[in-house]
């Protein structure tokens, strides 16, 4: 992405020179698990385990990423089911909340399983104090933020269209190891003449 600006500050710098490691967009590859409450989920998760092989293939959508038979590991602090979804049972992956779009918080059956490209990177350094900064995509002449913050979990989806990326804050969960370029605190709290964290 060409560096974060407008047309006052023509000289800033990349956000990749800031931030230097990014993770691409989540890519969810089928709708049902995706949902404006927790209850539409849970209910969509027991018509599929309740369904006969015939029926899970059509309500799965499968694609080249995941079908009834793709093995899938747990995503990093969720509890999810590890046989293929042919042999799916029991209750329903707690849902959690996900920023589907600018404004627009949704709940997601977190299971590898359903999600095409799910990005365990980004369920790995999930926590309380973690945020996200979602690069929108480079369109040229569009008007609109080319980054949004977030302290949810983002899919990453850009309005524009274009892949965009994710820049987690912190690389660990618990808000350590902050995902700065080296120096760059220590070079901004001798420039303000006080510390200088990266929030």
């Known amino acids: 992405m060409p560096g974060v600006t407008n047309d006052g500050l023509p000289h800033a710098l990349p956000l990749a020179d800031l931030m ?4 691409a967009p989540l890519r969810l590859g089928r709708s049902w698990p995706l949902a404006p409450d927790a209850a539409s ?13 015939e029926e899970r293939a059509a309500l799965l959508e499968p694609s080249r990423s995941r079908t009834l038979h793709s093995p899938a590991a747990q995503l990093p602090g969720r509890r999810t089911g590890t046989e293929p979804l042919a042999r799916a049972a029991g209750p329903c992956p707690e849902p959690v909340r ?31 104090r973690q945020l996200y900064l979602v690069e929108q995509g480079h369109v040229p002449d569009a008007g609109g933020p080319a980054v949004l913050a977030s302290a949810v979990l983002p899919e990453g989806r850009s309005p524009a269209g274009r892949p965009g990326r994710i820049r987690p804050l912190y690389r660990r969960p618990d808000g350590t190891e902050p995902n700065v370029a080296p120096g760059l605190l220590t070079h901004l709290s001798g420039t303000y003449g006080e510390q200088v964290g990266a929030e």
Do not use: N, T
Request: hydrophobic share 50%; proline share 8%.
């Open 98 to 128: 996900l920023l589907h779009a600018p404004f627009d918080e949704q709940w997601l059956i977190p299971d590898q399983r359903l999600l095409d490209a799910a990005r365990p990177e980004l369920w790995r350094v999930a926590g309380e």
């Open 41 to 53: 989920l849970k209910a969509r998760w027991e018509r599929f385990v309740r369904a006969g092989e």
């Open 20 to 23: 230097p490691w990014s993770v």
